[in-house]
């Protein structure tokens, strides 16, 4: 086959330097470009490498980024802090840091009870509500703000950081609106359910943004285009595999958090889906899937 594809490259070529009949070309053009993919292209299927890059590739590529995916949490976890002491002492930050769309009508107004009533333990609108319609917005809104965090890191890596420090800020000022109120407990389970798989979603976006950013930063012996060739693949791997977990914390959100209206359960649910996915991104390791996404 590779001896046929050579050949035919070669007619092409000739073809297009000679040949006055263009039927002939276009012929040539068809035949060489099938044989590319025949030649040079994958040798498995769209579901089978699906499949490959959520057992091994996605693992890899988190394993990989270790010092980014460490920077980003104390990005967010400084941005929490400074959230939550600029609120707490001081309610009128809350709106100053927090959009009103975000805050979805919540605020320094807002009593324990509505809060109770009408977040924590608002009732479940159904399953079409839940599972189609809500969360559907949600992994579009989520998506979008992780894609955005990813797509920053070809700008250094600074607004990226600045981004996901964001994020923090505003989770830290719904928990000082909560402290205050006594709820912080129940507010934390309230988040843990859903909150474990979508800030990790969040901080390994901003990771491979941090990916693309070192190798514009830092080329080394390579040029800055070359670098991104070669960290594209394990960057995109952490980025694609973030949607992936967002979709999982809309279907979550969505439906399941209204549903179980137990504190305790909810804790429970995410802590085992922390240790779930820390179990799956330490799976398969020593595999060739972790040289390829170096």
């Given at each position: 086959?590779?001896?046929l594809y ?19 070309v276009l ?14 292209g ?7 490498s ?16 270790g ?7 104390l ?24 959009p ?7 605020g320094p ?10 977040e ?5 609108p159904?399953?079409?509500?839940s ?7 949600l992994?579009?809104?989520n ?10 890191g070809i700008?250094g ?6 981004l996901?420090?964001y994020?923090?800020?505003?989770l ?6 909560h ?8 507010f934390i ?8 798989t ?9 990771a491979?943004?941090?990916?693309i ?16 060739a ?8 952490l980025?694609?595999?973030?949607v ?22 909810r804790l429970a649910?995410?802590?085992?889906t ?5 179990a ?11 040289g390829?996404?170096?």
């Open positions: 086959m590779p001896l050579r050949t035919a490259a070669s007619s092409l070529s000739v073809a297009r330097a000679i040949a006055l009949d263009r039927n002939l012929y040539l053009e068809g035949l060489v470009l099938r044989a590319f993919f025949v030649v040079y994958p040798r498995a299927g769209i579901l089978e699906f499949i490959q890059f959520v057992k091994h590739g996605f693992p890899a590529a988190i394993r990989k980024a010092w980014h995916i460490l920077l980003v949490t990005a967010l976890v400084a941005g929490t802090v400074i959230g939550f002491m600029l609120v707490a002492p001081n309610e009128a930050w809350f709106s100053a840091l927090v009103e769309a975000l805050a979805g009508g919540r107004a807002s009593t324990a009870q509505q809060l109770l009533d009408q924590i333990f608002a009732p479940w159904g399953f079409v509500e599972f189609v319609v809500f969360a559907n917005f992994f579009r809104h998506a979008t703000i992780g894609i955005m965090t990813f797509g920053l700008l890596g600074v607004p990226t950081l600045l996901i420090g994020q923090g800020i505003a830290g000022a719904f928990f000082a609106l402290y205050n109120r006594g709820l912080l407990y129940d389970g309230w988040v843990s359910i859903h909150g474990v979508e800030i990790g979603a969040l901080i390994l976006c901003g491979g943004g941090l990916v950013a070192e190798k514009i930063l830092f080329p080394g012996r390579y040029s800055r285009l070359d670098n991104l070669l960290a594209g693949k394990a960057a995109a791997g980025a694609g595999g973030a992936l977990m967002l979709f999982a914390a809309g279907l979550i959100e969505g439906g399941l958090r209204q549903l179980i209206a137990s504190t305790p359960w649910i995410g802590a085992a922390g240790l779930l996915w820390a799956y991104f330490l799976s398969n390791r020593g595999r060739k899937s972790d390829a996404a170096a």
